[in-house]
């Protein structure tokens, strides 16, 4: 098949994050299976315009904003001098990209999360209700035809909230990536990490606020934070503010051996975001027996966690705190807790997430046949 990908961003973007892993992954998955790939996304940086990976190009064109114009225009042209694609794969982060105003090949819509929660945290008053219009009202309207990709049932449910048929959507979770560092030790004294974009609805105050409460009953207490984003200088202001600056350490971006080392370091991992489509930080924390905290109505993390075997789901900032402490205080039921929570990391592979998409593209790609139309979609739709 050949296949078009729609992304804001690519992973190398400096505002890059699981979302991007997740369909730069898939991607590259599909391409290891004969497929030709495409992704549109943003330009960024000193990044080529057209990079090519094996059977993966990136192309990269448009901002912020200008981004979707200018993908859809590129997948346009790309139709006109080379044929169309088989099946383009829209990724909707609150706004998606409007493709089937701009092709007649089929279009899935992958959704990681409904942003209803985030859009006020973000953007001003004003923006922010026209982008939830646009993502609850206009994007179910545009796409109401169309197959769906949600990570997490939870997603899915909200979805089916904004109007979206509910055989119309299909979840395939995350993969996790293979861990390593795995002859790295626990940390001699306790140490709480964060991994994420440094974003306001990624809530990293929260962890530090955890932090500073904490750092009188547990010396040496410290809270590592990996990755890089606009709200550095936030988060940074913040921890001064409250006292712990030298026991804060902002990592920024790292390559992927420090990161799992880091990871395995840690004795407990924090996600106190607003709202998650799965949680890969959340799984790959785990992949080296590290359970995570969070919050139970954030989404998709109270899928990428089971509450009380593989970490603990909480309520609000005073739960967090306590559920920290008392796993901070307890040896044993961490690393019991730890386990488990590797045994299930281990269930989530990009091998079977790939498996599970290139199985829908295939049916997808297939309603163009107007004999295989009904039946291909019988099939897809049970998802």
Known sequence: MRIALLSWRDFTHPEGGGAEHYLETVGAELAARGHD??????AHGD???????????LRRQGGRLSV????VRALRRDEREHGPYDVVVDTQNG????SPLGTRTPVVVLVHHVHREQWPVVFSPWVARVGWAIESRLAPLLYRRNQYVAVSGRTRDELVGLGVEAGHVAVIHNGTDSPRALDVPRADTPTLVVLGRLVPHKR?????????????THPGLQLRVIGHGWWHDNIAAHAEASGVADDVHLLGFVDEGTKHAELAASWVALAPSVKEGWGLCVVEAASHGVPTVAYRDAGGLSESIVDRQTGVLVGDADELTHEVAMLLADHERREEMGRHAREYAQQFTWTSTAEHWERLLTEV?????PVAMTDARSRTRTG
């Open 47 to 57: 990044a080529p315009a057209t990079e090519v990976r094996g059977r993966l190009t």
């Open 37 to 42: 790939v495409v992704m549109y996304c943003a």
């Open 95 to 98: 706004i998606p990209f409007f």
């Open 68 to 71: 979707y114009a200018a993908c």
């Open 204 to 216: 990293v105050e929260q962890a530090i606020d955890v932090l500073a409460r904490l750092r009188p």
């Open 365 to 369: 790609a297939q309603r163009r046949a």
